[in-house]
């Protein structure tokens, strides 16, 4: 399998580089063809600019070669913390000039972008694993957990992503040494689970 991996978060040694890392070598054990982007160390430009708001419009070699290895992955996992119920702005910006028209999805002709589009993604899976302070019932019973319907919902299901799977570790702050060792382990299991090795 082709698998997207996307990593934003700002500090090197966070508990999201350590997701990434586990991802990675998960993948990599299990024989799959990785393209791995650390958004901060690649200096990724998230302002959308006005001359790519249009469907064709032409790309700058970075943006066409993500939008190239979106468009042809079997499998995407993106990793990054909660901020202010969010992914961090790297990350919106990143979606904003990837999940574009005609790569993500499209509007059937003679809708006029008043429908529902078509997705265009061919991943079979999409797995988010995310960070946070906020304990879980506060989550979803104070602010309704807007990670959760912003992925599934607003960004994969409407670029044809059904099978969804996200993973929120919280309360970081708070977390011991051994309880984020559980949670790669998790993470492991997880990668194994959505994106098991191929016996062919």
Request: hydrophobic share 40%.
């Amino acid at each position: 399998m082709n698998v997207s991996v996307i990593l934003a978060h700002p500090r090197r040694k966070s508990f999201n580089h350590a997701i990434a890392r586990c991802t990675v070598a998960e993948l990599t054990r299990c024989g799959h063809r990785i393209h791995f982007h650390d958004l901060y160390a690649e200096k990724f430009d998230p302002i959308l600019p006005l001359q790519e708001l249009q469907a064709g419009a032409e790309l700058t070699p970075v943006i066409g070669s993500h939008c190239r290895e979106i468009l042809t992955a079997d499998g995407i996992v993106i990793v990054h913390p909660n901020w202010w119920g969010q992914p961090p702005a790297i990350l919106k910006g990143w979606v904003d000039r990837i999940m574009r028209p005609d790569i993500a999805y499209q509007f059937l002709e003679d809708d006029g972008g008043e429908g529902v589009p078509l997705g265009l993604l061919k991943a079979g899976v999409a797995v988010i694993f995310n960070t946070s302070n906020t304990p879980h019932k506060r989550e979803v019973e104070t602010f309704g957990d807007p990670l959760e319907t912003l992925w599934k919902n607003c960004i994969f299901g409407l670029c044809g992503i059904k099978n969804f799977h996200r993973r929120n570790f919280t309360v970081m702050i708070t977390s011991t040494l051994s309880q984020r060792a559980r949670w790669l382990d998790e993470v492991a299991e997880t990668v194994n689970t959505y994106f098991p090795k191929d016996e062919s």
